[in-house]
């Protein structure tokens, strides 16, 4: 499931490069509005569009530029660097991470300037001096949705096939993997999906691919022999939480099996908000009912300098022990990662 947007709009200095002029091509080939902006040109807003019809506007822009590839930033606890390929997201998940970063303006923006990027990653490599280093694709988007046309994880995997201690890494909802499966990745790609309850998946992210589809797709990719995860998150501890995530562990033991002789790993993620991201939140889903009160929280200042909103230490340490158990008694095969 490809994203279609409604409008793309291509940086000039995006034409400089093969891959910005395609994709340009390719929408205007299927009738789809392209603009060319200037140097110092805003994406153009709508008179009187208010912010919940402008929130679902750039949901549904594609914005073709290129990003300075002359440092990267640290992803931790997921990898040692962030891999820029691509920001924002199609989908329509309440709970996004990204309402803090993007704000009612979540364009789709694609990253065309591939080789400076790999160059970069290149350079780190180099001066790693053989240890293992590790990059992350999927910090600021979903690269996915947006691969029929950028063709950039092809080409990443590809990259990092070749290099011995060069490791990649992304996490996506979608489920459109056939092309990645055959490609030649050498196992330095990790390939993980994105899951989470029935419940929450039908709550909260609007647009995405059901559970069943993406444990379809999962067993594609264990097929063929990539490493592999799942991103179990936002974990949501509320209500009758225990009883729906081991269901939703069962039902992955049932479509997956134990795991066994895969290269396999498990990442939980709770929920947390900031108080951007509330604000944001409540302003393009009024309705929702995420669980935003920050009483029954703890406050945590992050790793970029802004304060979240934790679950209380018992609560964390509970559902701790809880999925341990769950993944050491179902999933012998795999390992946890990490739980924050």
Sequence with gaps: MAFEPEAVFVRERALDWPRGREIAAYFRDRGVPVTVLGPRQRVPVPPLEGPRRGYIRAKRTLVVTTVNAARFLPSKPSADYQLPLSSGCPSFCEYCYLQTTLGKRPYVQVYVNLEEILSRARAYLDEA??????????????????????????????????????RFRFVTKYTD??????????????????????????????????????????????????????????LFLEGDWKSDYEALFHLIRQTCGDLRGADFTFELITHRFTDRAKATILEMFPHTSLPLDPGRRQYRRGQFGYGKYLYPRDVLKEAEVLFEDLIGRLFPGARLDYFV
């Design 177 to 234: 993997v056939g092309p990645l499966t055959r490609l030649a990745h050498n196992g330095h790609t990790r390939f993980r999906f994105s899951i989470n309850t029935d419940r929450v998946v039908r709550a909260y992210e609007h647009g995405t691919p059901p559970v069943p589809q993406r444990l379809a797709a999962l067993r594609l990719i264990l097929e063929a022999g990539y490493p592999s995860g799942f991103i179990v998150a936002p």
């Design 129 to 166: 001096g053989g240890r293992i280093r590790t990059f992350e694709g999927s910090c600021t988007s979903d690269p996915l949705p947006v691969e029929t046309y950028t063709r950039a994880l092809r080409d990443v995997i590809t990259f990092f096939a070749s290099r011995p201690n060069g």
